[in-house]
């Protein structure tokens, strides 16, 4: 169990967000520890489903969407921070990290948390400073290598913030690289923690339940997730004479596209775009597919992917997967023992790959035994929430110390 005074308080841009089920596993994680957990959401959440492991949640949650705005402007040190962003866009945050660091000493809170490093890590990085607590962030993925303004601007309020954080949280080896070239200064606080999942919650799939040849793919349909190259590798195998089973679970701004181009390709009824699934009806899905795919890709304004949660769930369920090289896709994947890897942008040789599982099921039903293996070893919820914890305790002790 951790400190039971430990409090911490959670910037994130939404809360809840039906997309963002490793933030919700997280603080339950946490809670389950023992830890006191705040959250302080900057914008009102979506109007979509919930997940009902929601109900669980203890931790109070704080909407900042109608925080008045104050006339502040930025502090000359802050500059970096707001780089690129216009005078109402700014007083608009350092109104909302304001109510956050009044919020946060008058519930005692000993540390800020932010998720992502965009504008949640600004707000709980000011709210930190005038509070006098210690602060950190988790970065992911688009907030450190989507091109917001230009890649140098980008790149100093990335820095401002490694420089500023008591530590920084990262979900892959390859970010945790990046990170440290683009910060070196403070590389020896930048710690890989993996996402981890709750490996009770996905057991392993009774193999007599799976549809022989069902490919499933999860994630927001968005350009990132590689879904339009999914469905050319469909496409390829239906040419190629086969049977074509692919259900695409998730919701986004490229849904019509990709429906349009289902059609276009004659695929109707072969994949079948499924819609958001709460977390217990995806381990339903998950139990009757034969193996799960996400050929991610890096967009032209650098955005990628950076640990699918989706994919450490289906090892979880024993599953064989086929991922591309982006970012931490080698890390989830051990190739041609849990899965395969393809590189990105490449519908051909992902359809061979999906064949190759498809056309050996004992070969996948040993990766998949296999996956389940990786997934106990490197992705497992309670190591990395116990890591996380540790972390956040050792920051506010030190702070404690510094003002004894």
């Known amino acids: 169990m ?8 959670y910037v994130v841009k939404r809360f809840p967000r039906f997309s963002e089920t490793f933030i919700l596993n997280e603080l339950l ?51 970096a921070l707001f780089a690129g962003t216009g005078a109402t866009a700014a007083a608009r945050l350092i109104a909302k990290a304001d109510h956050v660091a009044q919020a946060a000493r ?30 950190s962030m988790t970065a992911h993925a688009r907030d450190i290598y989507h091109h917001y303004i230009d890649p140098e601007t980008d790149a100093a309020k990335r820095q401002a913030k490694l420089r500023a954080a008591d530590f920084t949280v990262t979900v892959s080896d390859f970010n945790l690289r990046h990170l440290q070239t683009l910060c070196p200064e403070a590389a020896e606080r930048i710690h890989r923690v993996y ?12 193999p007599t339940r799976r549809v022989p040849g069902r490919i499933l793919a999860i994630g927001r349909l968005v350009e990132k997730k590689g879904f339009a190259d999914l469905i050319e590798a469909c496409a390829k195998l239906a040419a190629g004479g086969r049977t074509v089973d692919c259900r695409i679970i998730g919701d986004g701004p490229l849904r019509a596209q990709l429906a349009g181009q289902i059609i276009a390709l004659g695929l109707d009824g072969q994949v079948q775009l499924m819609g958001p699934m709460p977390q217990e009806r995806l381990a339903a899905a998950l139990d009757e597919a034969s193996l799960v795919t996400l050929p991610c890709i890096v967009t032209p304004d650098g955005d990628r992917d950076g640990l699918p949660t989706v994919l450490l769930e ?73 890591t996380l914890a540790a972390l956040f305790l050792d920051a506010s002790d030190r702070l404690a110390r510094g003002a004894a």
């Open 2 to 9: 951790a400190d039971q005074s430990l409090r911490i308080g």
């Open 314 to 386: 289906a090892m979880a369920k024993g599953l064989p997967v086929v991922t591309t090289t982006v970012t931490g896709g080698p890390e989830i994947v051990a190739a041609e023992e849990t899965g395969l890897l393809v590189p990105p942008g490449d519908p051909s040789g992902l359809a061979a790959a999906l064949q190759r599982l498809i056309d050996d099921p004992e070969r996948a039903l040993r990766m998949g035994r296999s996956g389940r293996q990786r997934a106990e070893a490197l992705f497992d919820l309670k190591t990395s929430s116990a």
């Open 29 to 79: 994680a946490l809670e389950a520890l023992g830890i006191t957990v705040e959250v302080f959401s900057l914008l009102d959440p979506p109007d979509e489903p919930r997940h009902a492991r929601l109900a669980d949640l203890r931790a109070r949650v704080t909407r900042l969407a109608d925080t008045q705005v104050s006339a502040a402007l930025p502090e000359t040190g802050d500059a």
């Open 106 to 135: 008058a519930r005692g809170l000993r540390h800020l948390h932010a998720h992502f490093a965009s504008d949640a890590a600004t707000v709980a990085l000011l709210a930190a400073r005038r509070a006098g607590l210690t602060f």
């Open 195 to 206: 996402n981890g999942i709750d490996l009770a919650a996905f057991q392993p799939t009774d």
